[in-house]
């Protein structure tokens, strides 16, 4: 069973950074495709950006698409997310999701791609 379990979220003003971590203790990650996702106020969660296994390929959403920069570190078992020049629509919850995929070379901004959530992390960005 995958467990995630994100950290690194908080409050911050507008263009300030923030890298968020996530984690499992148990099963390793590198037999999945991972991402991250958020939920803002009133809205649909949707996944911002991807990694493939092998970590060789990326995807974002436009909306953070220079801004922000996943990675994995496969040795520590981990995701990252560092996040730039953040902006008050940035504020959401953001998750860390993990789903099965052979294609080591495969990412995507899909939620339906992820079947593994985490619990989230709160992203707050002050204006």
């Known amino acids: 069973q995958v467990q995630l379990v994100e950290s690194g979220g908080g409050l911050v003003q507008a263009g300030a950074s923030l890298r968020l971590s996530c984690a499992d203790s148990g099963r390793a990650l590198s037999s999945y495709i991972m991402a991250w996702g958020r939920q803002a106020p009133g809205k649909e969660r949707e996944v911002v950006a991807a990694?493939?296994?092998?970590?060789?390929?990326?995807q974002y959403r436009p909306s953070v698409s220079g801004r922000f920069t996943i990675s994995r570190d496969s040795a520590k078992n981990t995701l990252e997310l560092e996040m730039n020049n953040l902006e008050p629509e940035d504020t959401a919850i953001y998750y860390c999701?993990?789903?099965?995929?052979?294609?080591?070379?495969?990412?995507?901004?899909?939620?339906?791609?992820?079947?593994?959530w985490g619990q989230g992390t709160q992203v707050t960005v002050s204006s």
């Open positions: 999701a993990a789903g099965r995929q052979i294609n080591p070379s495969y990412a995507s901004v899909r939620e339906d791609e992820y079947q593994y």
């Open positions: 990694i493939s296994r092998s970590g060789g390929l990326t």
